[in-house]
């Protein structure tokens, strides 16, 4: 009884004062900017694609190309933005995996089909199609893939299949090497049949491709090397842009072999 008697009852904390309360309010109601900067950035490439798909059926084909290569730049950006600025979320995947779909597997095969398909009729319709529906396969494909809980880390550094946004730049070739003036492949309508199904089968492909979301860190000897390397490619597109794009794609082709040495030298080890 005596231990009974010696307890104390406890006192209640002090209530919570109005502006604090209020301060508590407003804290919950805020939502950091930093957090909707990649998705604002995701959005702008959304737009920039779909002013591609306008400028294309005014006729303006240069103009809308370089709305998807520069679609295609920012689509690189806005993910290593949200990690960078801690901002990735669900809705920020969605939204970018949607961009995705319109700006590298609806615009490019359409201008495609603006360009030089129509005078074949549904069988230039029909591949279309056929690349859009890899485009949307291989995109979905990703989503899962992500979702994988035991993924090892070092398939981080590469992509099952070709991304899309690699892929719109590649179907878009024929275009690069018009402008160009090396070839106009619109007067082979067969030769871009071929190259739209080609890209649009290494999309939904198992063939590993080398991806930069895997590169945080590079060796400090490289860092003057990459700058270099950067630096001189910014000059060729702003100098020579058609000419660029067409090198990098036919260097991306050259990469495949390797990227795939690259990832069966990773499985082994």
Same mark, same amino acid.
């Given at each position: 009884?005596?231990?009974?008697?010696?307890?104390?009852?406890?006192?209640?904390?002090?209530?919570?004062?109005?502006?604090?309360?209020?301060?508590?309010?407003?804290?919950?109601?805020?939502?950091?900017?930093?957090?909707?900067?990649?998705?604002?950035?995701?959005?702008?490439?959304?737009? /920039?694609?779909? @002013?591609?798909?306008?400028?294309?059926?005014? !006729?303006?084909?240069? %103009? &809308?190309?370089?709305? =998807? +290569? #520069?679609?295609?730049?920012?689509?690189?950006?806005?993910?290593?933005?949200?990690?960078?600025?801690?901002?990735?979320?669900?809705?920020?995947?969605?939204?970018?995996?949607?961009?995705?779909?319109?700006?590298?597997?609806?615009?490019?095969?359409?201008?495609?089909?603006?360009?030089?398909?129509?005078?074949?009729?549904?069988?230039?319709?029909?591949?279309?199609?056929?690349?859009?529906?890899?485009?949307?396969?291989?995109?979905?494909?990703?989503?899962?893939?992500?979702?994988?809980?035991?993924?090892?880390?070092?398939?981080?550094?590469?992509?099952?299949?070709?991304?899309?946004?690699?892929?719109?730049? /590649?179907?878009? @070739?024929?275009?690069?090497?018009?402008?160009? !003036?090396?070839?106009? %492949? &619109?007067?082979?309508? =067969? +030769? #871009?049949?071929?190259?739209?199904?080609?890209?649009?089968?290494?999309?939904?492909?198992?063939?590993?491709?080398?991806?930069?979301?895997?590169?945080?860190?590079?060796?400090?000897?490289?860092?003057?090397?990459?700058?270099?390397?950067?630096?001189?490619?910014?000059?060729?597109?702003?100098?020579?842009?058609?000419?660029?794009?067409?090198?990098?794609?036919?260097?991306?082709?050259?990469?495949?072999?390797?990227?795939?040495?690259?990832?069966?030298?990773?499985?082994?080890?």
């Amino acid at each position: 009884m005596a231990e009974a008697d010696d307890k104390q009852p406890q006192e209640a904390p002090p209530p919570q004062s109005r502006r604090a309360r209020v301060t508590e309010s407003i804290k919950i109601r805020q939502f950091p900017i930093r957090r909707i900067i990649p998705n604002m950035v995701t959005l702008a490439a959304l737009c /920039l694609g779909l @002013t591609a798909v306008r400028q294309g059926l005014e !006729g303006r084909f240069e %103009l &809308a190309v370089m709305c =998807i +290569v #520069i679609a295609g730049f920012l689509d690189a950006f806005d993910g290593r933005l949200a990690r960078l600025l801690k901002a990735e979320s669900p809705l920020g995947a969605q939204l970018d995996s949607l961009t995705d779909f319109v700006n590298f597997g609806i615009a490019p095969v359409l201008l495609i089909y603006l360009w030089a398909l129509q005078s074949i009729g549904r069988l230039g319709w029909a591949v279309i199609l056929v690349y859009s529906v890899c485009c949307a396969l291989r995109l979905a494909r990703f989503n899962v893939d992500m979702e994988e809980a035991d993924r090892p880390a070092w398939k981080t550094k590469f992509f099952i299949g070709v991304p899309s946004p690699s892929a719109g730049g /590649l179907v878009m @070739t024929p275009i690069y090497l018009q402008v160009a !003036g090396i070839v106009d %492949l &619109a007067n082979y309508p =067969i +030769v #871009i049949l071929a190259n739209t199904i080609l890209v649009g089968l290494l999309m939904v492909s198992t063939l590993p491709t080398f991806s930069g979301k895997g590169l945080t860190h590079i060796r400090r000897d490289l860092v003057l090397p990459l700058m270099l390397f950067i630096g001189f490619t910014a000059v060729m597109l702003f100098t020579f842009p058609w000419l660029t794009l067409i090198a990098m794609a036919a260097a991306y082709y050259l990469m495949l072999p390797v990227s795939s040495f690259a990832y069966w030298h990773y499985k082994q080890a």
